[in-house]
Every structure is written in structure tokens, then in C-alpha cells.
């Protein structure tokens, strides 16, 4: 994969030093409440995993798929929402987590589907934020790093569902984008 990358955006010990931060202000803001945290596949998952480990109390879990990508770089702007809640939303403190918000539709969609459940409080955070694009009037209430405008891969996000396994976020070379590799 290594090969692929012309850059690192944002290299693992930024990451880190992020999370330790961020798990700190969510420890303050959720002590004492039933947390529950959806999280958005797949995108999330590597930052999920990552964040929860920082969390000395008990956190309840589940996911909401949404998809609006396809296999290409750019937004098809519809969002597709599937989920099977296996744990109950009412009266509890949602936290909704996310890879990246882009254009706000996504972010916004899903938060208005699990508004319908009655949640105690509802917010949602991202690990990227790229405002240049934004077409809802959403902000995330946490966000870790700002992202320009080029599709970036790695720590959880994917393209054409390869490079969420490596430990930082990139862009990929051009050429990549071109000829669809590895
Ligand atoms: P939005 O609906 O805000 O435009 O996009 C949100 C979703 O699009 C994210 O959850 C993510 O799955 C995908 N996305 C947006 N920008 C990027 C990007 O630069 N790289 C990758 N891999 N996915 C992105
Ligand atoms: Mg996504």
C-alpha cells in the first residue's frame, strides 16, 4: 500500500496525541450518563476502536450503516441508512461517530433518523472534517482534525474498500485513482 500513498495528512502520533484529547473532554461530558455511541460503518470503525479504549467506564455500542459514496470519489448526494438497533435508544445520551463529513448529508440524515427514537441528547462526532464542500448547516459538536479538499484514505476510510487498514490518513497517488490499484 505503501506505494500508493503521495502523502500523509495526518500521521499516527497525531492521531494519538488527538484521541487522549478528545477521550478526555468525552469522559467529562459522559461520566455519569448512559452513554451510548452508534457508530457509522465502515468508516468509523478503526476510530472507534481506538477511541473506546481510552474510556475507563462502560459504554454501550451499536452501528448504523450509511452509505452515499459507491465505489467512486464523489458524493452521489442520496444517502442510503440501514440499521437493526439491538439496544435501546430511548431516554439514553447518543453519541453518533463518524469518519469524515463532507457535504453534511450524511451526518445529517443519520442524526435525523435516530432523533426519531427520543434519544436523552443527541451529538455527533468525526474524526475528519472537510468544510469546503458542506451543502447542510450541520456542525459536529467534536471533531478531531480539518481535511482540504482532496478524497483522502486510510485509518478507517476506504477507497474502493481498500487502505482502511493503514495507521494514518493519505492521499493516493493520482495514477491510483486512474487505474483503480493495488
Ligand atoms: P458526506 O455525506 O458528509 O458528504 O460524506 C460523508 C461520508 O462520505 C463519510 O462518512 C465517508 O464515508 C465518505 N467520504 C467523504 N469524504 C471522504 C474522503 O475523503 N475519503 C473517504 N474514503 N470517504 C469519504
Ligand atoms: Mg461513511
Same mark, same amino acid.
Given at each position: 500500500?505503501?506505494?500508493?500513498?503521495?502523502?500523509?495528512?495526518?500521521?499516527?502520533?497525531?492521531?494519538?496525541?488527538?484521541?487522549?484529547?478528545?477521550?478526555?473532554?468525552?469522559?467529562?461530558?459522559?461520566?455519569?450518563?448512559?452513554?451510548?455511541?452508534?457508530?457509522?460503518?465502515?468508516?468509523?470503525?478503526?476510530?472507534?476502536?481506538?477511541? @473506546?479504549?481510552?474510556?475507563?467506564?462502560?459504554?454501550?455500542?451499536? &452501528?448504523?450503516?450509511?452509505?452515499s459514496y459507491g465505489d $467512486?470519489? =464523489?458524493?452521489? +448526494?442520496?444517502?442510503? @441508512?440501514?440499521?437493526?438497533?439491538? =439496544?435501546?435508544?430511548?431516554?439514553?445520551?447518543?453519541?453518533?461517530?463518524?469518519?469524515?463529513?463532507? &457535504? +453534511?448529508? &450524511?451526518?445529517?440524515?443519520?442524526?435525523?433518523? @435516530?432523533?426519531?427514537? $427520543?434519544?436523552? $441528547?443527541?451529538?455527533?462526532?468525526?474524526?475528519?472534517?472537510?468544510?469546503?464542500?458542506?451543502? $447542510?448547516? =450541520?456542525?459536529?459538536?467534536?471533531?478531531?482534525?480539518?481535511?482540504?479538499?482532496?478524497?483522502?484514505?486510510?485509518? +478507517?476510510?476506504?477507497?474502493?474498500?481498500?487502505?482502511?487498514?493503514?495507521?494514518?490518513?493519505?492521499?493516493?497517488?493520482?495514477?491510483?485513482?486512474?487505474?483503480?490499484?493495488?
Open positions: 500500500m505503501e506505494k500508493d500513498i503521495a502523502r500523509v495528512v495526518v500521521d499516527e502520533k497525531q492521531i494519538k496525541d488527538k484521541l487522549i484529547e478528545l477521550s478526555k473532554t468525552l469522559i467529562n461530558d459522559y461520566q455519569n450518563k448512559e452513554w451510548t455511541i452508534i457508530a457509522v460503518l465502515n468508516g468509523s470503525l478503526v476510530f472507534l476502536a481506538d477511541l @473506546i479504549r481510552l474510556i475507563p467506564f462502560s459504554v454501550r455500542l451499536d &452501528t448504523i450503516d450509511a452509505s $467512486s470519489t =464523489i458524493s452521489k +448526494g442520496e444517502v442510503n @441508512i440501514i440499521h437493526n438497533f439491538k =439496544i435501546d435508544i430511548e431516554g439514553k445520551h447518543v453519541l453518533v461517530i463518524d469518519d469524515i463529513i463532507d &457535504t +453534511g448529508n &450524511t451526518l445529517k440524515k443519520v442524526l435525523a433518523d @435516530i432523533k426519531k427514537y $427520543s434519544p436523552a $441528547s443527541l451529538k455527533s462526532c468525526v474524526l475528519l472534517n472537510r468544510s469546503g464542500r458542506r451543502q $447542510s448547516k =450541520i456542525k459536529p459538536d467534536y471533531c478531531c482534525f480539518n481535511v482540504g479538499d482532496d478524497f483522502v484514505v486510510g485509518y +478507517g476510510l476506504d477507497y474502493n474498500n481498500k487502505y482502511r487498514n493503514l495507521p494514518y490518513v493519505a492521499v493516493l497517488n493520482d495514477e491510483c485513482y486512474r487505474r483503480n490499484c493495488p
